[in-house]
């Protein structure tokens, strides 16, 4: 089985500007979720959609969103980007989400950069 | 709230040496723990957890819930296991994201 994919890996924005990141799950996998890791913070849970719904969501503004799509697929937004917002955002995929044999596969992640 | 703790940043030890990543973690529920280790230019990638309670490549973990620990261990340190660990925390119930620690940076000295 192919692993999670992003797209792109690499990606160099202006403040002030929006951008949408990609993931594709593993075949079967029905939910994804969103980290985003800097060296200051590490890794933090921004959001999960299960079956094209937001099931959960970690503490992040509301310039960030999400969404998922019929085949699982999700992407990311996020709007008027600040310098803070550069780091290596993490998509990690699994079967169900739900009980204890649920375990997640990350993707190689997308290098955010804002000038 | 819950929160996951490895208070050590960086370990090195010797190919051979045992070695001993230490994680501790709060959670009033029962939680599942989990071992995520990111070597080199790789993805994270999931090495063990605690309801397997299987050794991978030599390591193993135990949930001490009395110390509220999940402390990874292996015998002898190889070379390759020199990477970037990650402890992380899943809540038993309702949600399905990952509580990280900060990692630990294991080197292994030849």
């Known amino acids: 089985k192919a692993g999670v994919t992003q797209t792109p890996r690499y990606l160099i924005k202006t403040r002030g500007q929006q951008v949408t990141l990609s993931c594709s799950p593993i075949?079967?996998?029905?939910?994804v979720s969103w980290y985003q890791q800097t060296p200051g913070q590490g890794l933090q849970f921004l959001f999960e959609y299960f079956s094209e719904t937001q099931r959960n969501k970690g503490n992040f503004p509301g310039r960030f969103s999400g969404r998922q799509f019929s085949n699982s697929r999700s992407e990311m937004n996020v709007s008027t980007l600040e310098l803070g917002d550069s780091a290596l955002y993490l998509c990690?995929?699994?079967?169900?989400?739900?009980?204890?044999?649920?375990?997640?596969?990350f993707g190689n992640g997308t290098r955010l950069t804002v000038t | 709230a819950q929160r996951v703790t490895q208070p050590e940043k960086l370990l090195s030890v010797f190919k051979g040496a045992p070695v001993e990543l230490k994680c501790n973690y709060s959670?009033?529920?029962?939680?599942?723990l989990f071992w995520y280790v990111q070597y080199s230019r790789q993805r994270l990638q999931l090495l063990l957890r605690?309801?397997s309670r299987e050794s991978i490549k030599g390591f193993t973990a135990d949930l001490n819930k009395g110390e509220t620990s999940f402390h990874l261990k292996k015998p002898f340190a190889q070379e390759e296991d020199s990477a970037m660990y990650y402890c992380?925390?899943?809540?038993?119930?309702?949600?399905?994201?990952?509580?990280f620690g900060t990692g630990t940076r294991l080197t292994v000295i030849p």
């Open positions: 605690h309801i």
């Open positions: 959670y009033s529920g029962s939680p599942e």
């Open positions: 075949s079967g996998h029905r939910s």
């Open positions: 992380a925390l899943r809540r038993q119930t309702g949600a399905n994201n990952l509580f």
């Open positions: 990690a995929s699994s079967p169900s989400g739900e009980g204890r044999d649920s375990p997640l596969h």
